[in-house]
């Protein structure tokens, strides 16, 4: 059976705010064909109306403060939802007083409590507003800002100077306070339109973006009702439209919708920090266009002046301003277009960069940057996960203080190669100390790009060969030793024998060959087994080498047979004192797996003569004197001349 999904807290939140703003809309939709098609002059109408714009200004005021409190947003965010719900609960305040003096008390005074609280709104809006804009982030970027705003601000301030703030500044007919105040409305309405202002020309956090173009289209229906009712009250005409309520009703509704969408997209998904308010390229001409409004107002007003020079003059003004703004977009434009471009080349180079330090980073391979000092520019991260080295402790040192002093001298010729031909040196080998003190093989390739100014110096890409080294000298060793007793087997012995008998026919000193077999070990290996036997050549081999000389060679030919190399010898004697030795080693029992066995031996003397003897010809008469001393007895020491009894 299908599994019953279970709703997350954060999709039931979700689907409450997509329900509360649904009843929201209705609420203000009902309203608007209440108030436009089914309004009468009742005073039962009347007090409908002024009691219908409660609900909706409290619920954007509880929306914010909810989103206020939202531990994902940032707390300057937070701070500037806060601000908007005071902002609201403020007009809601407002509107209760003044439902209180109209309908319950039956009179409209100005100015009232209600003014204050209406009043009040404004700076705590503007206050949020400029929370949610972020701040520039240079000193031009803070002088254009406040230029571009100076110029939108001037124009909005001409408008309304026009048609507003100056017929009601310079009014005859009322008091003092009253004159302040209705000042105060369109004074508010320019610091709101300033607030919109800095969020699009400075941009808002990108968590706020979507939910901050409702807010923003809220306060702008307030900005222009207001106009409205202040123009249509100056006018004479009447200021009680059906229209205008409608769109005070749908401020209040653009905010909660803000709250509630913001409420709902933090709890729901990640926001991506690239994400804009809108088309930059258009907030880029706002100030152009506050200086077109500003100059059409100044034209208008010349023409219904009398005086045909100063609407000349206007005139060619405007035609002048027109052509260096025109001038100034097709600028704005281009650099626009050339930022766009800029921009994707950035990008490009970036992705490359990226894609570039990625494979640096993660490849096996050591890549170094030296100078012909040797001194290291530049190390890759893998020299951690090879050799145990921190990067950063490496930079500026030397690669010399790190290589083996018998590679010393192979890294110059390396460098000096590099130096000297362009292109990619011949691979070299040297060693370099491991973090731990030991040494890692390391086979280097090198490639000079000191002439191109993005790297100058010596490429170097090393990769570690230490397993494959230790693989061939394991290799090397099995080759060339017994895999019992780890002695030189017949392939080495012979090799290191050839040597030995070269350097005697140059320096006239003997060498000499001692044939060792043992007594009766086909008796010894079939009295303890196979296994036992192997005990006995281990030790054998063991007690040998023990007995010989520093520099003599222990090898093992086959089965049961030994033989030492003796170099630098100067008379007989001097080989069968070592021939006894050997045959001490073996007074004592061999312990085996078998048990306990005595073991002698039959050893067979050879000297070379003036080093005239060949290899052939010097095993040929180890060989025979041995089997002169096993023709003896056994357990006797005889040369090619005599044989001796031990002891």
Known sequence: PAQRHTPTPR????????????????????YSVWRIFLFDSSETSAALNNLAFLPLYLAAA???????????????????????????????????????????????????????????????????LFTFAARPRSR??????????????????????????????????????????????????????????????????????KALRLLLAGIAVTVVADFAF??????????????LDVHWMLAPLCIAGAALYQHSAVMRVQ???????????????????????????????????????????????????????????????????????????????????????????????????LDPDTRIRYVSPSVLRVMGYQPSPLQCSLLLDLVHPEDLERLHAFVGAALAHPGATDPVEIRLRHAEGSWCYIEAIGNNLRDDPAVG??????????????????????????????????RLFLDRLEGALARSRRSGQEVGLLFVDLDDFKAINDGIGHRGGDDVLTVVAARMRGAVRPGDT???????????????????????????????????????????????????????????????????TADLAMYAAKRQGKARIATAQTDNRPG
């Open 457 to 490: 110096g010596i490429v170097v890409n090393a990769r570690d060969t230490s397993d494959r080294k230790r693989l061939e000298n394991e290799l090397v060793w099995q080759a060339y030793h017994d895999p019992l007793t780890n002695l030189p087997n017949r």
């Open 140 to 209: 031009a970027e803070t002088v254009r800002f406040w230029l571009d705003s100076a110029t939108v601000m001037l124009a909005a301030g001409m408008v309304s100077w026009y048609f507003v703030l100056g017929p009601t500044a310079v009014g005859s007919d009322s008091t003092l306070l009253t004159r302040v105040l209705s000042t105060a409305y369109p004074v508010g309405d320019l610091v709101l339109l300033f607030g919109v202002v800095a969020v699009l020309l400075r941009g808002p956090q990108p968590s706020v973006v």
């Open 230 to 243: 202040g123009y249509l009250t100056l006018s004479g005409a009447s200021a009680n439209q059906p229209w």
């Open 554 to 620: 222990v090898a093992r030919l086959a089965g049961d047979e030994f033989t030492v190399l003796l170099e630098g010898i100067t008379v007989a004697d001097d080989a069968v004192t070592v021939a006894k030795r050997i045959e001490t080693a073996f007074s004592a029992p061999v312990e085996a797996a078998g048990g306990a066995v005595m073991v002698t031996v039959s050893i067979g003397i050879a000297l070379t003569i003036n080093g005239s003897a060949d290899l052939d010809e010097l095993l040929s």
């Open 62 to 128: 509880i929306a914010a403060l909810l989103v206020s409190r939202t531990e994902r947003l940032d707390p300057r965010t937070r701070r500037a939802w806060l601000l908007i719900a005071v902002a609201n609960l403020t007009n809601w305040c407002g509107d209760l007083l003044w439902f209180w003096y109209a309908t319950l008390q039956d009179r409209e005074p100005f100015p009232s409590w209600a003014d204050a609280a209406y009043l009040l709104s404004y700076p705590l809006l503007f206050w949020g």
């Open 11 to 30: 999709s039931r939140s979700a689907l409450l705010c997509v329900g509360v703003g649904f009843l929201l809309v209705c609420y203000v939709g009902l």
């Open 271 to 369: 926001h991506d920090p690239t994400l804009r308010l809108g088309p930059q390229e258009l907030l880029a001409v706002a100030p152009y266009g506050g200086i077109v409004v500003g100059y059409t107002l100044l034209l208008v007003v010349g023409f219904r002046s009398s005086d045909y020079q100063l609407a000349g003059l206007l005139c060619g003004a405007m035609l002048m301003t027109a052509i260096v703004v025109s001038r100034q977009i097709i600028a704005l434009h281009e650099n626009r277009l050339l930022l766009r471009q800029s921009s994707e080349l950035a990008a490009e180079l970036g992705q490359r960069e990226a894609r570039f330090r990625a494979l640096v980073q993660h490849a096996s391979d050591i890549v170094l940057v």
